[in-house]
């Protein structure tokens, strides 16, 4: 089992920045693909950025050039780095793992981080 615990989350103006962080503990050594999703109400969940275990990333286009994923594979911490934020940004912020390279579904879920932009 993989345990994920999300922080950094929080309200920001417009134009500013937040870095969220993810712990990972538990079966870690198996973890492949890692990733941040996001969520309002009514809404499905959405894919922000993917990395996988050597680096490789993927980023929506809605957050292309704003958003950073990267990770710490000796910390076991995933991060991604928010700037020019905006309002439609305003989320739940969820981390993901799977064991699969290349996941249709992510395995492992931590609990989200809310994220609020006011304008």
């Known amino acids: 089992q993989v345990q994920l615990v999300e922080s950094g989350g929080g309200l920001v103006q417009a134009g500013g920045s937040l870095r969220l962080s993810c712990a990972a503990s538990g079966s870690i050594v198996s973890i492949n693909r890692m990733g941040w999703y996001r969520q309002t109400p009514g809404r499905e969940r959405e894919v922000v950025a993917t990395?996988?275990?050597?680096?490789?990333?993927y980023s929506a286009d809605s957050v292309k050039g704003r958003f950073i994923i990267s990770r710490d594979n000796a910390k076991n911490t995933l991060y991604l780095q928010m700037n020019d934020l905006k309002p439609e940004d305003t989320a739940m912020y969820y981390c993901?793992?799977?064991?699969?390279?290349?996941?249709?579904?992510?395995?492992?879920w931590g609990q989200g981080t809310q994220v609020t932009v006011s304008s």
């Open positions: 993901a793992a799977s064991k699969k390279i290349l996941p249709i579904m992510m395995e492992y």
């Open positions: 990395i996988s275990r050597s680096g490789g990333t």
